[in-house]
C-alpha cells in the first residue's frame, strides 16, 4: 500500500481561499484514498459548509506504507495551508477539478 497526503481545498471558517483540510491516508491508489478521505468528511459539519469544496481536490503519493492492513486514514482531518508541493518534489500527484471529474496525473517535465 501507498502513503497518501489528501487535500480538500478550504474550510468552513475561512471558505475556498483560506487554510485547507488535509489528510494521510494509506490505500492502494490515489482514487481510493480520496474516498477515504471524503467518507470521514460526510458527517463532519465542522468541516463541510458553504463555500468549501465538498470534495477532495489533490492527492500526493507520498511513498510505500510500511504498515500492512486495511486502507485507512491515519491522521487528519487538519485545517491548514497545504504546503505539500509535489511539483516541486516531484512526487506523484493527481488533481480534479469538480467532483465528478477523472483524476489527472500531474505530469513532469525532463
Not at 478550504?10 to 474516498?35: C, H, M, Q, R, W
Not at 468528511?41 to 463555500?51: S, V
Request: proline share 7%.
Amino acid at each position: 500500500m501507498k502513503i497518501y497526503f489528501i487535500c480538500r481545498w478550504g474550510n468552513i471558517k475561512e471558505g475556498p481561499n483560506g487554510e485547507d483540510t488535509n489528510f494521510l491516508v494509506i490505500a492502494e491508489t490515489a482514487s481510493e484514498a480520496a474516498i477515504l478521505a471524503d467518507a470521514y468528511l460526510a458527517d463532519c459539519p465542522w468541516h463541510n459548509g458553504p463555500n468549501v469544496h465538498d470534495y477532495c481536490g489533490s492527492v500526493t503519493e507520498l511513498g510505500t506504507s510500511f504498515v500492512d492492513g486495511e486502507p485507512t486514514v491515519i491522521h487528519g482531518p487538519w485545517v491548514a495551508h497545504a504546503i505539500m508541493r509535489c511539483y516541486d518534489m516531484k512526487l506523484p500527484c493527481w488533481h480534479r477539478l469538480e467532483k465528478d471529474s477523472p483524476w489527472e496525473l500531474v505530469k513532469w517535465e525532463p
